[in-house]
Nanobody, 127 residues
């Protein structure tokens, strides 16, 4: 049973930084592509970033130039470093994973392609 647990969300001022963590247990971590999504109140869940099993990275428009995704296969962790935070980054952030035999990631932004999800961590950016 694969489980994902997010952490690191908190209240932060605009312009500040946060690092979110996603701990993955169960399964063979190195075989998983992992993504981050977020959902703000009243809005649909949207793609933030993803990292393939071979460490190829992908970013949504809102994350480009400000967020950095990384993974540590030994620790079974995926991180999302978020810099220059804006009020519009306020949301619940979810990590998700899917096992794959491919080294790339065909549709990193497609929520339906992920098979395992965490419960989310709240990020609130104040002005």
């Amino acid at each position: 049973q694969v489980q994902l647990v997010e952490s690191g969300g908190r209240l932060v001022q605009a312009g500040g930084s946060l690092r979110l963590s996603c701990a993955v247990s169960g399964g063979t971590f190195s075989r998983y592509n992992v993504g981050w999504f977020r959902q703000a109140p009243g809005k649909e869940r949207e793609f933030v970033s993803a990292i393939s099993r071979s460490a190829n990275t992908y970013y949504g428009d809102s994350a480009k130039g400000r967020f950095t995704i990384s993974r540590d296969n030994d620790k079974k962790m995926v991180y999302l470093q978020m810099d220059s935070l804006k009020r519009e980054d306020t949301a619940v952030y979810f990590c998700a994973a899917v096992q794959t035999i491919l080294t790339g990631f065909v549709r990193p932004a497609s929520m339906n392609d992920y098979t395992h999800w965490g419960q989310g961590t709240q990020v609130t950016v104040s002005s």
